[in-house]
């Protein structure tokens, strides 16, 4: 279960260390916004170093899936980042931003799972092929560039529905992840809160979080409620009742359940036995 992904500044060797720690199921290393123009060289040194570190890598046990965000495929920095990567044994996934063309090429060099960053114009205008590449498995939403590349305001762009609704449907419809945009405001937790609840009630299965603290709120958000557990209980026994009985629809506790229901609680009962939380 991917809840929350933590960007961790590649150039802040105390941010690293505790990195793995924080009860994240995901780490994103970051290698690009992050980090100063002048000092990629330094910081894909100190990854290296820092990853290369028997101790170190066995504390990464506790993370669910270890990321690199890497620079842009129009940068010189990109091929430098693969090129890292590609070397790092525990990195599984690499996160592309601004990715806007089919990513297979990235799979099939490197061998490892990638999550399209979906944050300019033409990233939301070929969105399918996007999704489409080789070892997509996960879109996530950034705003900011966004913005930025339209010419809109910050505040405007995190605040709107539309690219929220469009990235989490194309993911549905090509069976990704769905993962939501960063939180800027790091102290309003409960603005945080309020944000996570709305991606998922929007689909989203996950969130990026830049700080400590919202880690355990993302869990939460993302977790799925007692409430949910046993409604879904509910709806895969009447579903597979009706089923038997020759029925594709039932009513139950006054709402219809038919084939999607079932899905929909199959997989929520299934994310919960690969957790071992049954
Ligand atoms: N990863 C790991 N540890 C982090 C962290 C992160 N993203 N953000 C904060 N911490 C640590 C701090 O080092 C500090 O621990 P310490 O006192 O032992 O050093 C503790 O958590 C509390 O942090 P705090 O002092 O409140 O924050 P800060 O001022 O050090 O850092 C930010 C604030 C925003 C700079 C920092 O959270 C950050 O760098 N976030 C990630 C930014 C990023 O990667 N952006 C790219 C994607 S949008
Ligand atoms: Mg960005």
Redesign the pocket.
């Known amino acids: 279960m991917r809840r929350s992904y933590?960007?961790?500044?590649a150039i802040?060797e105390?941010?690293?260390l505790?990195?793995s720690l924080?009860g994240a199921d995901v780490?994103?290393f970051?290698l690009?916004?992050?980090v100063p123009d002048d000092r990629r060289d330094e910081a894909r040194v100190l990854l290296e170093r820092i990853l290369g570190d028997e101790g170190y890598r066995s504390s990464l046990r506790n993370v669910g899936s270890v990321c690199v965000?890497v620079n842009s495929i129009s940068t010189i920095d990109f091929y430098k980042d693969i090129l890292l990567v590609s070397k790092l044994e525990p990195v599984d996934c690499i996160v592309v931003p601004k990715a806007e063309v089919d990513l297979s090429f990235i799979h099939k060099a490197t061998g490892r799972s990638l999550i399209a960053l979906i944050e300019t114009a033409r990233g939301f205008t070929r969105l399918d092929e996007v999704a489409t590449s080789e070892g997509v498995e996960a879109l996530m939403l950034?705003v900011?560039d966004l913005a930025l590349d339209v010419g809109g305001s910050l505040e405007d762009y995190e605040n709107l529905e539309y690219p929220r609704v469009e990235l989490v449907v194309k993911a549905k419809a090509y069976g990704l992840e769905a993962v939501d945009k960063?939180y800027?405001k790091?102290d309003d937790l409960e603005g945080f809160r309020r944000d996570a609840m709305r991606a998922r009630a929007l689909g989203y299965t996950g969130k990026?979080?830049?700080?400590?603290?919202q880690i355990p709120i993302a869990n939460q958000v993302f977790q799925p409620t007692e409430e949910e557990i046993e409604w879904a209980r509910k709806v895969v026994e009447a579903y597979e009742k009706a089923r038997l009985e020759g029925r594709g629809a039932v009513r139950l506790e006054g709402r219809l359940v038919d084939r999607v229901h079932y899905r929909i609680a199959k997989r929520l009962l299934e994310t919960l036995k690969t957790q071992g939380a049954t």
């Open positions: 933590l960007y961790v500044p802040d105390r941010k690293i505790k990195a924080l780490v994103v970051d690009e916004d992050a965000r950034g900011a960063v800027f790091i990026q979080v830049v700080h400590p603290n």
